[in-house]
């Protein structure tokens, strides 16, 4: 949204249990349990609990503190995830923080993807710097990008993270991977490309392209690797 | 209609750039949807572009990019971009469009001397049409050929576009075929011209951006 159109709109408040039509407001915040019939547009999103979308979002800032699921894309400046977000469509933004789970069934774009917990993107994830803390499955139909850092945590989990990701142990699925400064931990991927690539424990993959430099830890298998 | 495509790879080499850069840019819209073609190969799934359009634009992209702003750049690669207005004599200057074809059918749409770009664009359109066409285009067919571009091509946009001339007997039919896909004309008919109009723009802004 244009800076200035903002002054003039309403914010959206719901407390409690709540529905609100869609359409254009300054601020929406949502405590409690929500459903919003269309597409909102709006300056700032906060959700502390649970909203069904059936349309999209369109917002500067988005903050979700639970759950949240959309029928349709959300585009943004800023998302900032405690929790879980299922969304039918892609998600776009320039930053994007996520503790927790996100699933996608289109497209994920960013600047900044930064993930302690785990995701599934039907498409492809396309983003400047990826960071990934894995405490669950993960995964992608490609990936792509300039520093990709995908690393199966050891961290403590946090109490979110036990509650979504009990059993399973942590791995990446993806298809084809590529980046500048690639670095791979317990991943599975047919194809990796990239200009330095690190194929780090529990990982497989099918064919490793590298321009100028390829590491490859003995607890990995790599089929074949081939300088570019 | 066949082209020449160019893997994701050999593009990088050839023109020195770096997959983050790519999928920078991709994000940006500075590289269409479209032109991301991706096949399966013996070395598994790679990714092609058509040869021709995306050197061109991701020379347009390296020249510029460090006087614009990524987002700047994306302004001007907008392929319908209404405020940008180009002066009559750079068009004649760059040879893209002959004066008479200007003076004949740029209309009302020009306005101290300027077209906004996308008329602009449609008389080159129209210009390459009638050289392909030669002596048998009739001057008004230019004018049939702007205004058909005028109404439908807005619509369009995104969608891959060719111009199309049938001739079935004496002149000629103009359509617009949008969404790419082959075309077949009855035994009457024949396909006189075509004109895939995301190459007329790449070549259109080249022409019009070179120094």
Redesign the interface.
Known sequence: MKDGEHSDLGNLSINGVGQAYGGRYRHVSIDGLARLSGNVQCETFRLNGVSRMNGGVDTDRMTINGVMSGKAGIIAKSVSIDGKVNVRGSLVSEEIDLHGLLKLEGDCEAERFVVRGGFGIDGLLNAGTIEVDMHGRCRAREIGGSDIRITRSSRRASRLLRRLFSAFEPQLHAGVIEGDEVHLEATQASVVRGRRVYIGPGCEVGRVEYELELLVDEAAQVKESVKQ | MEQELISK?ELL?QMDI???????W??KRLIPEEWFIRKSTF???ETFFPKRLILARIAHIVQFKDDLSLDELAGTLSPLQTDIRIAAEELSMHGLVPETMLRKHAGSAFANGQLPFDQAFYLYAAHRMSQSLGEKMAEREAGIIVRLLREQLPKLEGKPCELIALSAGGGYWMLLQAGGGALYADERTTIAASLRLDEAIEAFKTKLYAY
């Open positions: 790879k080499e770096s997959y983050g850069q790519l999928y920078r991709k994000r070395t598994g799934q």
